[in-house]
């Protein structure tokens, strides 16, 4: 008579273990914007349990320490790998697809930092690249694993090993980008050749640098939510959150973009440093909203496992 009860009693603890809300029923059984906003409100409590608004300002600062070291490394592993007007091309690039309102402040010392000559790639800028870079990397793999609810059981040199993989991999990509930014003008004559109505200097940074970011920032979230992670997780499980963090990335841009043009006035607070200020806080908006994706996509895990396990009853 008590078997389906306690069937029932104990299939509802095993899904309401580590859930957060404290009314986890929309989030698994319910439908349509009830079980939207329960996914929300899931992730969102999360957020607060695993500290990662601490987190993301870690992010933010090491990623502001690592972002002048990492364009003195690409600059100069493009220009050894291709030439010197390549990394121009790429350095032209890097300050394009970051809002104006954002990098105007510091674009002066950006750009004093990437064209001045230094004595190779194998100078102080890659150590201080990969010390800084790996420490925002490392923020990054903490976050997700708390989001998805994994223990770190790798060595720590398995997990420095990754890190300092996933940042040599980003500047490798970029002078990938800095070799396709050389190629799009032939691309656009080749399209004229088959084409003859087709104009080749329409191919221009402006044109591609919307698609390209688009595409850099999902393949730059996928190799994030795979590799740093302690345990592989699906693609299927991945997705989502990937997608909501580049749809927030994007907005995120434009209205911080718009806040800064019409409101912010860091400068009366801040003086020389409101173009840094106003980085950090950016940047440590990103890193929320990056880990929030994990938070997302474990929000939907639990919605899925409901689901098969009230398909197997």
């Known amino acids: 008579m008590n078997a389906k009860p306690d069937h029932e009693m104990g299939r509802d603890a095993v899904l309401t273990h580590g859930i957060v809300s404290e009314h986890p029923e929309d989030l698994l059984h319910g439908t349509g914007l009830s079980a939207a906003w329960a996914v929300i409100r899931e992730a969102s409590l999360r957020l607060w349990s695993d500290d990662a608004f601490g987190l993301a300002g870690n992010?933010?600062?090491r990623?502001?320490?690592a972002i002048f070291p990492f364009?003195?490394?690409t600059s100069s592993l493009t220009a050894f790998i291709g030439d010197r007007s390549m990394a121009d091309?790429?350095?032209?690039?890097l300050i394009a697809i970051v809002p104006q309102a954002l990098v105007q402040p510091i674009v002066s010392e950006v750009e004093q930092v990437m064209t001045v000559q230094?004595?190779?790639?194998?100078?102080i800028g890659i150590l201080l690249t990969i010390w800084f870079a790996v420490g925002g990397v490392d923020g990054v793999r903490v976050g997700l694993n708390r989001a998805y609810g994994i223990r770190?059981?790798?060595?720590?040199?398995?997990?420095?090993?990754?890190?300092v993989g996933v940042v040599l991999l980003a500047s490798l990509v970029l002078v990938l980008v800095g070799y396709l930014l050389v190629i799009a003008p032939r691309a656009g004559s080749m399209l004229h050749a088959l084409l003859p109505g087709f104009d080749p200097a329409s191919v221009t940074v402006g044109l591609i640098r919307y698609p390209a970011v688009t595409v850099i920032l999902a393949a730059s979230l996928f190799v994030a939510h795979v590799f740093l992670p302690a345990r592989?997780?699906?693609f299927a499980n991945i997705w989502p959150g990937v997608l909501f963090t580049v749809t927030m990335w994007i907005l995120l841009t434009a209205a911080f973009s718009f806040y800064l043009r019409?409101?912010?006035?860091?400068?009366?607070?801040?003086?020389g440093l409101a173009g840094i200020v106003a980085a950090l806080y950016f940047m440590y908006l990103a890193a929320l909203v990056l880990i929030f994706g994990g938070e997302f996509n474990r929000a939907l895990k639990i919605r899925r496992l409901a689901r098969v396990m009230r398909a197997r009853d």
């Open 262 to 271: 019409s409101f912010a006035s860091y400068s009366s607070y801040y003086a």
């Open 89 to 93: 091309t790429l350095n032209a690039f």
């Open 152 to 163: 770190e059981s790798r060595s720590i040199l398995v997990v420095y090993g990754v890190q």
């Open 71 to 73: 364009l003195i490394f």
């Open 232 to 234: 592989r997780t699906r």
């Open 63 to 65: 990623a502001l320490l």
């Open 59 to 61: 992010v933010a600062f």
């Open 118 to 123: 230094r004595g190779g790639v194998l100078s």
